[in-house]
């Protein structure tokens, strides 16, 4: 096994993760098998009771791991499937140690961080390292693993030892440290500044690592002279200093770390330049395509993004890496305007009438709407006012976990009659309880204690449009994070009304899937369609909502212009052709590249 360490210096953000990635994408188009692991430092035992304002967003993974947003970088970038253990921690370290030390396996010894903790991480690394991720049985060839933090922080110090022996003990040939650093450019003297990078550089040399190779971030293109002090203060040879500035999209990422030469210095180092199996040259025509595809995009769809987390773009990435994958695939630059669901309230218009008529008119112009997941009372009735418009207005509507829900409420209350329908998430003494705490919850552990990972969906209804953008199939498989369910009561109360549960899960009393089967495009799931979304195969119902928006998709939910198939579904028994439907066909998968927002300016993912 081979291992290719990230880390990074100066500050914080400097885009480890997707340089990890980009490394995984360049050494996997030359032909070897690619993993990945994620460390971050702190102590929570994972991601799942974290702020999306604190950290982001929570990444779900098959097995039902809450980890860290960069590990759903690993997955779109190298279409792989990762492993909770996949996400190292502090908490995970020290409890794993914790946990041997009351069996008494340290025989009496005392328990310190060295060696007994660091040891515990080379040995967590070495073991996740062999784990196939990519649908086979065989192990792959590189492990990459990116350290969260930057260089310095107190709490990365025991990896950073741990680490440290750990390319002692893999030996020269298997361990190839990139360190991502900072050169900015002082508006005052309007030059590249190296003296960040070689700090960052001689930190890390004084905690006994040695980088390989220097990605350099930066705004424009390196100067030559630039790396060529980098070289003589960093001990970094000129060929492996690789500049990464900024692009217009991430796609260039790979590309630009191909140009440079990136996959040939890491070979070298990796002593993986005689191995057989290794094509020489990496083969990214389809990521060349794609990042110069996004690029020429012109034609634009509006998408209103309804949520309590809207200050923080990386609180819904795979929302947007979702929206985006289907955006590029149908041929239209995506708009997300960003629309504080509190700010859509009336207690909005009378203490912000400003932001409250803000709102309203990035919601009224939008072609499309989307509420997705979330928790807790705040925001909720300016979701359930965005549901209601989308409803009539016949607007498209894509509700996710959450956003399900609340078109579940809004429906009992402006179509049913039942003014104090709610869920018991907001209101525990409800006397309509629409939506209620599932019984296998637990409502005194907030971490690991919900319905969690890749769960069964059967569609009830073979002619509605989730199936038939799904291909046709008779179940999926999608991931789930939620505590709170549709009541299973007053589902045939709904249905009388005309709203259709078109997907349930394996006992049939759990709802999964709803639609409005009159509405041009109203879908509300319990599970998170985006975490399985990928630059080549978008998730179906983000393919649904970007048609329906954008004037592609007919009457029987068909997406006429690819003609392709949308389905990411593998293996999944094809149901018969609908009598009024189609059966679908594959669609191919170019995608991706750069968000705009309203209010907030352009951001570039």
Not at 35 to 59: C, Q, R, W
Not at 249 to 276: F, M, S, T, Y
Request: with cysteine; proline share 5%; aromatic share 6%.
């Amino acid at each position: 096994m081979k291992y290719v360490l990230v880390t990074g210096g100066v500050v914080s953000g400097l885009g480890k993760g997707v340089t990890a990635s980009s490394i995984g994408v360049l050494l996997k188009s030359c032909g070897f098998r690619v993993t990945s692991i994620k460390i971050d430092p702190y102590l929570n035992t994972d991601a799942g009771t974290m702020s999306p304002f604190e950290h982001g967003e929570v990444f779900v993974l098959d097995d039902g791991g809450e980890v860290d947003l960069d590990l759903g970088n690993y997955e779109r970038f190298l279409d792989i499937k990762l492993t909770r253990d996949n996400n190292i921690t502090t908490g995970k370290i020290y409890q794993s140690v914790i946990d041997k030390e009351r069996r008494g396996d340290y025989l009496g010894k005392t328990v310190q961080v060295v060696p007994h903790i660091t040891d515990e991480i080379q040995e967590w690394i070495e073991r996740v390292a062999m784990n196939p991720v990519d649908g086979t049985e065989e192990s792959a060839d590189v492990c990459v693993i990116e350290l969260g933090g930057t260089i310095g922080d107190i709490e990365s110090m025991p990896f950073i030892e741990a680490l440290g022996q750990f390319s002692y003990h893999v030996g020269p040939g298997n361990f190839c440290l990139v360190h991502v650093s900072l050169v900015p450019v002082l508006n005052v003297v309007g030059e590249q500044k190296t003296k960040p990078t070689q700090h960052s550089v001689r930190g890390l040399r004084g905690l006994g690592l040695m980088p390989d190779i220097l990605a350099c971030r930066s705004t424009q293109p390196l100067e030559e002279h630039v790396k060529v002090k980098l070289a003589q203060f960093c001990h970094v040879p000129m060929p492996n200093i690789i500049d990464l500035h900024d692009v217009t999209n991430i796609w260039h990422i790979p590309l630009l770390l191909r140009d440079q030469k990136a996959h040939e210095a890491i070979l070298k180092v990796l002593d993986l330049q005689c191995v057989g199996k290794v094509t020489r040259e990496p083969q990214l025509f389809e990521w060349t395509e794609r990042a110069s595809r996004c690029d020429r995009l012109k034609t634009p769809v509006r998408i209103a993004m309804v949520g309590k987390y809207t200050g923080l773009s990386d609180s819904y990435l795979s929302v947007i890496k979702a929206l985006l994958h289907a955006s590029v695939a149908l041929d239209r630059k995506l708009v997300v305007d960003w629309v504080p669901s509190c700010d859509l309230e009336d207690s909005t218009a009378e203490e912000a009438p400003d932001a409250y008529e803000k709102a309203w008119e990035s919601l009224k112009g939008a072609n499309g709407v989307l509420v997705p997941g979330g928790f807790g009372d705040r925001g909720v009735q300016g979701k359930i006012l965005a549901a209601k418009y989308a409803r009539e207005k016949n607007i498209p509507y894509l509700g996710i976990c959450l956003g399900m829900q609340i078109a579940v409420i809004e429906f009992a209350r402006s179509i049913m009659k039942l003014h104090g329908a709610n869920s018991t998430e907001f209101d525990p003494t409800t006397k309509t309880p629409c939506v209620i705490f599932m019984p296998e919850g637990s409502k005194t552990h907030m971490g690991a204690t919900m319905r969690l990972g890749s769960r069964r969906t059967f569609f009830q209804v073979t002619n509605c449009k989730s199936a038939k953008l799904y291909g046709n199939v008779s179940y999926v498989d999608e991931r789930h994070r939620h505590r709170y369910e549709v009541n299973p009561d007053m589902v045939l109360e709904f249905e009388k009304a005309g709203l259709s549960f078109v997907g349930r899960d394996e006992s049939g009393k759990r709802m999964e899937i709803i639609e409005l089967p009159t509405h041009r495009f109203f879908v509300g799931v319990q599970f998170h369609p985006e975490f399985k979304s990928r630059p080549g195969k978008p998730s179906p119902l983000f393919l649904g909502l970007i048609a329906a928006s954008s004037g592609q998709l007919d009457q029987r939910g068909i997406i006429s212009k690819t003609g392709r198939c949308i389905s990411n579904t593998e293996g999944a028994p094809k149901l018969k052709a609908c009598q009024n439907g189609h059966l679908m066909k594959p669609l191919k998968g170019l995608v991706n590249g750069h968000y705009s927002t309203t209010g907030n300016g352009a951001i570039p993912i």
